[in-house]
């Protein structure tokens, strides 16, 4: 399925597993259409790269939060 861009502006999304693989990969999808993206992971150290793009999305006017979170 295909979005448009701006699709979940305003939105927030909270994507849990987002520290790597398949959840990494839609909480940067959400992202890139606009949305506010809480990713939660169980292990600390996703955070670091996480951070890394957090930093970059902030500055093009995006949002992102890594959280430490254990969903089970």
Avoid: Q
């Avoid at 955070?47 to 890394?52: P, S, V």
């Avoid at 093009?60 to 979170?69: E, F």
């Amino acid at each position: 399925m295909d979005f448009a861009p701006g699709a979940f502006r305003g939105r927030t999304a909270f994507v849990t597993g987002g520290g790597t693989g398949l959840g990494l990969a839609v909480a940067r999808r959400l992202g890139r259409l606009g949305a506010h993206v809480v990713v939660a992971s169980r292990d600390v150290a996703h955070h670091a790269a996480l951070g890394r793009g957090v930093r970059r999305r902030r500055a093009r006017g995006d949002d992102a939060l890594p959280v430490d979170t254990d969903a089970t």
